[in-house]
């Protein structure tokens, strides 16, 4: 199986600040990965889709790139509703694996 | 709109068997491959089960291999999770999701707790 690994496990930061967090697959998985964003108690919500493509209607502050084995997920410009966990998925291989999620802490 | 409820979860002992619901709308269900993924509390995402929109092509996690069972009924728009054995390492929040690669859509999520 993929294993996903995110980093880092959590941060905090302020509003206005950018930050970036990294998904590393443990073998190539080309641009087969996407990235959500999760508040609590609530379901999942699609960010961005084949490593850098932004999903309709989530905010331009919000990018991704990389390919192969590393990735990242940058929020530029922080509001106080990006406070969440972030998780990447790759759905290169089955089964279609997660990170083990990015907790974000807004100032 | 597109509109996924689960149902189905609740309190049972290891050992036991419990079967979900998932509840759709809003959409051609029978294009749509439909996807079963759990969060334990406080942890991540696990990918568990997938269908196809005929329901002839199906996949699990290792971890549920043998012990789960999807299915779908196209009539009904509702999607399934048969779940037999049932472990304390079950104990999840089951949610549905649309799509097989890319999940727009899903449901707000049933508990299952698997205690004696």
């Known amino acids: 199986d993929i294993q996903m690994t995110q980093s880092p496990s959590s941060l905090s930061a302020s509003v206005g600040d950018s930050v970036t967090i990294t998904c590393q697959a443990s073998q190539d998985i080309s641009n087969y990965l996407n990235w959500y964003q999760q508040k609590p108690g609530k379901a999942p919500n699609l960010l961005i889709y084949d490593a850098s493509h932004l999903d309709a209607g989530v905010p331009l502050r919000f990018s991704g790139s990389g390919s192969g084995t590393d990735f990242s997920l940058t929020i530029s410009s922080l509001q106080p509703e990006d406070a969440a966990t972030y998780f990447c998925q790759q759905f290169d291989t089955l089964p279609y694996s997660f990170g083990q999620g990015t907790n974000l802490e807004i100032k | 709109q597109v509109q996924l409820v689960e149902s189905g979860g609740d309190l049972v002992k290891p050992g036991g068997s419990l079967r979900l619901s998932c509840a759709v709308s809003g959409f051609s269900f029978s294009d749509y491959y439909m996807t079963w993924i759990r969060q334990a509390p406080g942890k991540g995402l696990e990918w568990i089960s997938y269908i196809n929109g005929r329901g002839t092509t199906v996949d699990y996690a290792d971890s549920v291999k043998g012990r789960f069972t999807i299915s779908r009924d196209n009539a009904k728009n509702s999607l399934y999770l048969q779940m037999n054995s049932l472990r304390a390492e079950d104990t999840a929040v089951y949610f549905c999701?649309?799509?097989?690669?890319?999940?727009?859509?899903w449901g707000q999520g049933t508990l299952v707790t698997v205690s004696s």
């Open positions: 999701a649309r799509g097989s690669l890319y999940f727009h859509h």
